[in-house]
């Protein structure tokens, strides 16, 4: 039979761990106080989707460092693998204009599979050697904020992952939630109502500051401006 998977839940502690890097030792989550973290897994070193995947992160690292939100990629591959990788693809590797590109996140050494493991990343029935695309969403007080998996023949879509974060980050500093297909500046949703007499009162005020659609689905407009993390 095959192993079972445990993968940690969203709003669950993430857990602990201690890892060697190519940027050298890091400690999680002592190394990442106050910070949002995308932890990500790729199948292996030199296979050409994580090889354009890695690029795009790269290139989008000053983007998310700007949401205060740092970086970590893993394989279960050494430190010489992943720096030969990294070279190759900054020496030689050109993808949609992108290149010259120095992947400069810590990249997880994770020969011995124990991070795979403690993160659900590796599923037997997908490969018993490699992690599948997994990809953590991390909030500063370390918990588990958002899971997203792809198959190894699927490169992730990287406009979504800043698009998710942003949304996060949203809900958290205005106490909002976020619509279908929400992009920032487009209209937000404001909570339900937790009682009758409150659903009553809030259509019948709804007005310039906010508009509902029926008494459990109100909208209310947040500027780009006022979201936490824009510049």
């Known amino acids: ?19 060697e890097t190519t940027q ?19 199948p292996a070193d030199f296979t050409p989707v994580c090889t354009t995947e890695f690029i795009t992160f790269a290139s989008m690292m000053g983007e998310f460092k700007a949401l205060n939100c740092e970086l970590m990629g893993l394989s279960i591959d050494s430190t010489f693998s992943h720096i030969a990788w990294l070279r190759t693809i900054k020496e030689k590797i050109k993808f949609k204009g992108m290149e010259n590109v120095e992947v400069t996140f810590p990249v997880i050494a994770d020969i011995k599979m124990e991070v795979a493991k403690t993160y659900g990343m590796l599923q037997p029935q997908a490969s018993d050697t490699k992690a599948v695309r997994a990809v953590f969403f991390i909030d500063p007080k370390a918990k588990i904020r958002a899971i997203l998996y792809y198959p190894l ?19 958290d500093a205005h106490q909002i939630a976020t619509p279908a297909d929400w992009q920032p500046g487009d209209d937000v949703i404001i909570p339900p109502p937790g009682s009758c007499g409150v659903a009553k009162d809030r259509v019948e005020k709804a007005g310039t500051d906010y508009y509902c659609l029926d008494w459990f689905i109100c909208f209310k407009k947040l500027a780009k401006e006022a979201i936490f993390g824009k510049k």
């Open 24 to 42: 050298g030792i890091i400690k999680f989550p002592e190394d990442y106080k106050g910070k949002w973290l995308i932890l990500f897994s790729h």
């Open 153 to 171: 023949s699927t490169g992730r879509n990287f406009a979504e992952l800043k698009r998710l974060l942003i949304a996060m980050q949203t809900a």
């Open 1 to 19: 039979m095959a192993e079972n998977v445990h993968i940690p839940l969203i709003g669950e502690d993430a857990p602990a761990f201690q890892a």
